[in-house]
């Protein structure tokens, strides 16, 4: 069997435990991106998430990501920027919340058979209207890319995030790892810069004083490079 092979069951294998475990809520979220090149060195990128909830009644989030990075080597690129997110009960207005946000990407680090594995290290500052209190969380992730044949571009894509929150504030209420994401999912190029992607997210959060969270998500996302 070959390794390609071999990880793809291996993938296939972890996801459906995942799947039949995640049993509270059902999601979709939706993502458009784009990363245009300003030059040489800088980047600027902005994303627009939305994400609906079966026990929400509908849409529930919209987070609005706007950054700009510097690439200080082949492979290696510091961000910093803001999000904008407001959120949502039932399709109406809740509460609006405000980050600050920074962070370095490590692209094609290692290389794993025919695969390429890269990393990304977010920090993030919350506030929210009306809430006092500044919220700081870490957020490390890893992905991992296995094109279906050799020069490929179709794969499949594994990923891990971890929320690890450093303080509690009367909306950050777990000091340590709060989720986690992990997704499988099909990536592959629609057009001239344009890259789709389509899988299956399983996102669990850990709640000491109650029940932990599961949630089923579909994750559809559109990425265009300039």
Known sequence: MSIRLKLMTAAVALSLPAAARASEDEQLWTTASATVKLSDHWRFSQEV???????????YEVEMNSLIGYKIGKKVTVWAGYTHDPQYNGGDF???????????????????GPGQLSARLRLEQ??????????????????????????????????HESFIDFNT???QRVQGEERMRNLIAITTPVAKNVNAEIGYLHQHGFRPDADDSNDNVASLSLSFAF
């Open 49 to 59: 998430v939305a994400r609906f909830s079966n026990d929400r009644d509908g849409l």
């Open 126 to 159: 919350r506030w929210r209207e009306g809430v006092d209190g500044t919220a700081w969380r870490l957020r490390p992730y890893v992905k991992f890319v296995l094109p279906f044949r050799e020069g490929g571009k179709t794969a499949l894509l594994l990923s």
């Open 94 to 112: 809740s509460v609006m919340e405000h980050r600050g946000r920074q962070q370095v990407t490590l692209d094609n680090i290692v290389k794993i």
């Open 169 to 171: 504030t009367n909306f």
